[in-house]
């Protein structure tokens, strides 16, 4: 994968936001010094001006994507827009909406989940849905998550889910799929049991509409990555 080249795939820019279309398999800003350069670090080489908002190692990342998961991202440029953006994305102004393709042929047209989240006590690379009525949940940190989802399309073995995270948590969609039942294709961590031989996790940041600094709102679309087209193609 010739990183840098996708990196390029500006979905919008102007003098205050630049929108990419992030790939899979890069982590979008590192946690640790010794970690492989992060997106943020090779976006900032090519588009220096990114440093003038926030602080390294995020600048003006406005919100997160798992590294397993592609997508809209918002980078700000400058201090102003970037509390702009993350000050919807705290108060759930912002709409977002994902593609995932899950494990299992739901029946169901739509729905939504409702749960806590926190970390997972038996791996710690992992979060955990847990029901507010269940005595370990009060003894935790936990925070309330909420995801809608709606079906796209049905195959065989599968499902494909148009899904609207309400809230942001780490892992939340991944989490909350898995919790229902229906895993995400590809996700190594929470489809335990699930094998299918693909390369990636089937999860996609299509559209983010959210408010921009003229006072507008604004759609952002990110195309499916061909990998995942491919694959579709293949089941029907």
């Known amino acids: 994968m010739n990183l840098r080249k996708q990196l390029l795939e500006i979905l919008y820019e102007d003098k205050s936001l630049l929108v990419v279309n ?3 398999g890069i982590t979008v800003a590192r946690e640790r010094e010794n970690q492989r350069k992060s997106l943020m670090d090779l976006l900032a080489e090519i588009h220096p001006e990114l440093k003038q908002a926030g602080q390294y190692p995020r600048y003006g990342l406005v919100h997160r994507l798992d590294k397993e998961t592609s997508g809209v991202l918002l980078i700000a440029k400058n201090n102003k827009t970037l509390s702009f953006l993350q000050e919807q994305f705290q108060k759930r102004e912002v709409k977002k909406t994902y593609l995932a393709l899950v494990y299992g042929k739901i029946f169901k047209d739509k729905g939504e989940i409702r749960s806590l ?3 997972d ?3 710690r690379l992992k979060q955990k849905a847990y029901l507010p009525i269940e005595p370990q949940a009060k003894k935790m940190k936990l925070r309330e998550a909420v995801t809608f989802w709606e079906i796209k399309e049905r195959f065989d073995q599968f499902t494909l889910l148009k899904v ?3 809230t942001g948590r780490k892992h ?3 989490v909350h799929l898995a919790f229902l039942g229906y895993p995400i294709v590809g996700d190594k961590l929470y489809a335990s049991g699930n094998v299918y031989p693909f390369s990636r996790l089937f999860l996609h940041c299509q559209e983010i509409i959210i408010k921009i600094l003229r006072g507008k709102h604004k759609k952002f679309l ?3 990555p061909r990998e995942l087209s491919v694959f579709l193609n293949k089941l029907k």
Do not use: E, T, V, W
């Open 117 to 119: 989240i926190g970390r």
């Open 222 to 224: 990110a195309p499916l």
């Open 164 to 166: 609207f995270p309400k």
């Open 172 to 174: 939340q969609i991944r």
């Open 22 to 24: 992030k790939p899979s």
């Open 121 to 123: 006590k038996n791996n």
